[in-house]
């Protein structure tokens, strides 16, 4: 019985001290805490000096990367080859599904080239030319372009292919390629026009002017087969056209028009530029 009440006794003096430890653990626990609080609101002069002589944590900071919006080709044709056949060479068109694929020539004498071919021997097919009123640099809101209609459907005869409808409607750009990169021209428009000269009777440095060519253009477009035009397309106040000028059978006061809106500039691979119509 003795042993007993002894054994219970030494339970119950277990039990204080581990409940005094318990308690004073959690009265400790209370103080960090106010003590943490407090220390949140001092300044930093009063912070224990071990404390305000930390190192601030090193923090990476990314460089921002340049964006390259620039869309880049390849390389076509070697001009600095092509201007060793012919000096007047300063860029090449090729048109899809035709057969024009052709250096374009300008020089000082305008229509040298129509009844000159690239080694400037006379008679035809001639060449692809382009008059001194228009800039080499395709900055001009009309660029007009020069072919003879040949029978055999060589230099522009193949444009007359897009007087079919449907072929209108399935090629819908041309290329043209500079010693700077490929511009490419979305087709606005084919038609049979006056055989006006076209720099003659419109700016081709204005908008204005452009804006007058395209208004009689749609007014051709309206009367004479073989003509067509897209209406879902819409020409913005910035936009430079290139026109393919070649005649048409048979109808000498006729010229059969293919007109094309600038619409993409893609640049050699060894070639940085930002903009092109700067």
Request: with cysteine; proline share 3%; net charge negative.
């Amino acid at each position: 019985m003795e042993s007993r009440r002894k054994n219970n006794h030494g339970k119950i003096a277990l039990g204080a001290v581990l409940a005094v430890i318990l308690i004073g653990c959690v009265v400790y626990a209370v103080y960090c805490n106010i003590r943490l609080h407090e220390a949140d609101g001092q300044d930093a002069a009063s912070l224990p000096k071990a404390i305000r002589e930390l190192p601030e944590p090193e923090t990476e900071t990314e460089e921002p990367t340049e964006i390259d919006e620039n869309i880049y080709c390849e390389r076509v044709h070697d001009f600095d080859e092509l201007k060793d056949q012919n000096e007047d060479i300063y860029a090449w068109i090729t048109v899809p599904e035709t057969k024009v694929d052709y250096p374009i020539l300008q020089t000082e004498e305008d229509n040298y080239y129509l009844n000159r071919n690239l080694d400037r021997s006379s008679g035809y097919p001639g060449c692809i030319y382009s008059n001194k009123c228009n800039s080499k640099e395709f900055t001009d809101y009309i660029t007009v372009f020069y072919g003879h209609n040949m029978k055999n459907k060589t230099m522009f005869g193949s444009l007359h292919g897009f007087e079919d409808e449907e072929f209108f409607q399935e090629n819908t750009q041309f290329h043209i390629y500079t010693e700077t990169g490929r511009l490419t021209y979305e087709i606005y428009a084919v038609v049979k026009f006056t055989d006006a000269y076209i720099p003659a009777y419109y700016d081709v440095d204005t908008a204005e002017g452009r804006d007058s060519f395209l208004d009689a253009v749609r007014e051709r477009v309206s009367k004479y087969s073989g003509s067509y035009l897209r209406e879902e397309m819409e020409i913005e106040p910035e936009d430079r056209l290139v026109v393919l000028s070649t005649c048409v059978s048979g109808v000498g006061e006729q010229r059969y028009l293919v007109i094309g809106r600038f619409v993409e500039m893609a640049y050699y691979d060894d070639t940085k530029k930002v903009s092109f119509f700067q």
